[in-house]
């Protein structure tokens, strides 16, 4: 099992500039959540995904982030436009059986906003 | 909505010792606690978790004990190891469809030789 991919590993950016963050669940897995990790404010449950559809998006922080899961096997998070504030490592997670399942994590991307 | 605190926020134990870790929840209706480690610049891994219908739980070197009514539980690792240090996170989640799991602040422990 590959566990969970994410991509891009590492993204600098500009402020202004759109950023897409991609996750692939572990195959078979039906919930995804998408974390936001700094140190300031550890780790936070941006959006909650099950079977596709998102459940629970109150940590998105505002409008300038949306997240979508267009297929069991694909979600992304993007951020229009980016602010230097943005700069986190952002975690994909994924369970099999909802929130109270074992949430496995991917690798993190590190975003950079300049 | 659910608050968890985590002390301390970091730890120095000499290597064999054991090394404690202790947080709080607030939400009465959260009944699963995941703990996590996470070594530096990797992601964070599952190393233990309890439900609520039980106080303890253990894994070789590593226990957590559960205490609903004071809402508190705690991650106890017996003869620590080098491999041991790293940021352990914990988190409480209450069941329903609003609910989330809030992750503690986390600990940073050091396993000194």
Same mark, same amino acid.
């Given at each position: 099992d590959a566990g969970v991919i994410q991509s891009p590993r590492h993204e600098v950016t500009e402020m202004g500039q759109e950023v897409t963050l991609r996750c692939k669940p572990i195959s078979g897995h039906n919930s995804l959540f998408w974390y936001r990790q700094t140190m300031m404010r550890g780790l936070e449950l941006l959006i909650y995904f099950n079977n596709n559809v998102p *459940?629970?998006?109150?940590?998105?922080?505002?409008?300038r982030f949306s997240a979508k899961m267009p297929n069991a096997s694909f979600s992304t998070l993007k951020i229009?436009?980016?602010?230097?504030?943005?700069?986190a490592v952002y975690f994909c997670a994924s369970s099999?059986?909802?929130? *109270?399942d074992t949430q496995y994590f991917g690798p993190g991307t590190r975003l950079t906003v300049l | 909505g659910e608050n968890v605190e985590q002390h301390p926020s970091t730890l120095s134990v000499q290597e064999g010792d054991s090394a404690v870790i202790k947080c709080t929840y #607030?939400? %009465?209706? %959260?009944?699963y606690f995941p703990w996590y480690k996470q070594e530096l610049g990797k992601r964070p891994q599952l190393i233990i978790d309890i439900r609520s219908n039980v106080g303890e739980k253990k894994d070789q070197r590593i226990a957590v004990t559960l205490n609903k009514t004071a809402k508190h539980f705690s991650l106890h690792i017996t003869?620590?190891?080098?491999?041991? #240090?790293a940021v352990y996170f914990c988190a409480a989640l209450a069941t329903g469809t609003a609910s989330k799991l809030t992750f503690g602040t986390g600990t940073r422990l050091q396993v000194t030789l």
């Open positions: *459940i629970d998006d109150s940590g998105m922080p505002e409008d229009q436009p980016s602010e230097p504030r943005d700069s099999s059986g909802g929130k *109270i | #607030s939400d %009465s209706a %959260s009944n003869e620590t190891q080098p491999e041991d #240090s």
